[in-house]
């Protein structure tokens, strides 16, 4: 009588979804969705705040004169930083005269000296300077690993400017 030997059959594979099933969420959603997440706000917020610096630049070149510029760049920056949660700066203004001959640009300011603006020897730019700071969408604690890590576990600190042609150059003195 031969005793038959079952051989040694092969591993069922079905168990083994159920088993890997956890560690393979939590490596797609902790892993891969959550700090992609996080980059696009990041994205978001970081183009929001260059939007409200465009936005501030193009309506203080409208303006009649430096003053109401300088009023109006802040102003607009303001009210589109605040339409937004996450998103904050302080914008600061400036004239940019640019000569057509092609010497070194001149950051003023200030409004310029009566007498002094020559639309035939210059070009009036208007620039906005935005000290800005994006927030992550989840701040991780104050620290992280006793690391502190801008967009992780604090503020990501930018600095954007935006130029637009001054329209109104005559204005620039008052």
């Known amino acids: 009588m031969t005793i038959q030997r079952r051989s040694k059959s092969k591993r069922s594979t079905s168990g083994s979804l159920l088993a890997e099933m956890p560690a393979g969420l939590y490596l797609l959603f902790v892993g891969i969705a959550l700090p992609m997440l996080v980059m696009a706000s990041m994205f978001t917020r970081t183009f929001l705040l260059y939007q409200a610096t465009i936005d501030s630049c193009k309506k203080s070149a409208r303006a009649a004169s430096y003053t109401e510029a300088q009023a109006k760049a802040t102003s ?8 937004w949660s996450g998103v904050s700066g302080t914008p600061t203004f400036a004239i940019l005269v640019k000569p057509l001959n092609g010497g070194a640009t001149q950051v003023k ?5 009566d007498g002094s603006v020559q639309i035939s020897q210059n070009v009036y730019l208007a620039r906005v300077v935005v000290q800005g700071q994006v927030e992550p969408l989840v701040p991780i604690g104050n620290t992280w690993q006793g690391m502190s890590i801008p967009g992780l576990t604090k503020a990501y600190p930018l600095e954007l ?3 637009s042609y001054f329209e109104n150059p005559s204005g620039l003195t008052d």
């Open 109 to 113: 300011t200030a409004p310029l000296p």
């Open 76 to 83: 607009v920056f303001n009210d589109n930083a605040a339409a």
């Open 161 to 163: 400017n935006y130029v």
